[in-house]
């Protein structure tokens, strides 16, 4: 079993910045993915980024990627998803998950879920 937790979440003013950080505890087996998932209300879920727990391996959509950015400590077995110059349209709650999962993307292969942090961007 894997448990996450997910923190770093608030209000922030368009153009701010905001870190979040996906606190995980069980056993993460170096094949797993670790992403990061948003819901803004009444739309569906969508990836965001996410990378491969045992290597260097990541990935970010595409309409995010020079805004967005994931890292993890290893160490302190915690993902982070960097958020910079956020905008209105940013505003969801943020979910982490980890899995094995057969492409990043797939939302229905992660195995486990946080409960989600807010954010919301004002304008």
């Known amino acids: 079993q894997v448990q996450l937790v997910e923190s770093g979440g608030g209000l922030v003013q368009a153009g701010g910045s905001l870190r979040l950080s996906c606190a995980a505890s069980g056993r993460i087996f170096s094949s797993y993915a670790m992403g990061w998932f948003r819901q803004a209300p009444g739309k569906e879920r969508e990836f965001v980024a996410a990378?491969?727990?045992?290597?260097?391996?990541?990935a970010h959509v595409d309409s995010l990627k020079d805004r967005f950015k994931i890292s993890k400590d290893t160490a302190k077995n915690t993902v982070y998803l960097q958020m910079n110059s956020l905008k209105p349209e940013d505003t969801a709650v943020y979910y982490c998950a980890a899995g094995q999962v057969a492409g990043f993307a797939r939302r229905d292969d992660y195995d486990y879920w946080g409960q989600g942090t807010q954010v919301t961007v004002s304008s």
């Open positions: 990378l491969k727990w045992g290597d260097r391996t990541a």
